[in-house]
């Protein structure tokens, strides 16, 4: 059974770091592209970042630009997000999500059929 674990989240002051994780169980990893999402509170989920399934093609969405950084290690099943300078902007429940295609339309939601239950990021002073 596919399977998407977020983990990382936490509550941080603007100005500062965090780094999501994104396991993996049940399904050939490295056949698989991955987005991660975001839904804050009283708002429609919205597209962060994605990967290619090699890790060799990325995306993010203009508010994150310059800001954030997905990886993932496939020998590991996981992929990364690492998040500097955030923002209170950025406060939101994190997703990911895995799809068999990468394309031009990897922050389309409703492209990918498989999520994890989300990890909660709170930027704060």
């Known amino acids: 059974q596919l399977q998407l674990v977020e983990s990382g989240g936490d509550l941080v002051q603007p100005g500062g770091s965090l780094r999501l994780s994104c396991a993996a169980t049940?399904?050939?990893?490295?056949?698989?592209?991955i987005g991660w999402f975001r839904q804050a509170p009283g708002k429609e989920r919205e597209g962060v970042s994605c990967i290619s399934s090699s890790g060799g093609s990325t995306n993010y969405a203009d508010s994150v630009k310059g800001r954030f950084t997905i990886s993932r290690d496939n020998a590991k099943n996981t992929v990364y997000l690492q998040m500097n300078s955030l923002k209170p902007e950025d406060t939101a429940v994190y997703f990911c999500?895995?799809?068999?295609?990468?394309?031009?339309?990897?922050?389309?939601?409703?492209?990918?059929?498989?999520w994890g239950q989300g990890t909660k990021v709170t930027v704060s002073p």
């Open positions: 999500a895995a799809r068999r295609t990468y394309d031009g339309f990897c922050l389309d939601e409703w492209r990918y059929a498989y």
């Open positions: 049940g399904f050939t990893f490295n056949y698989y592209a």
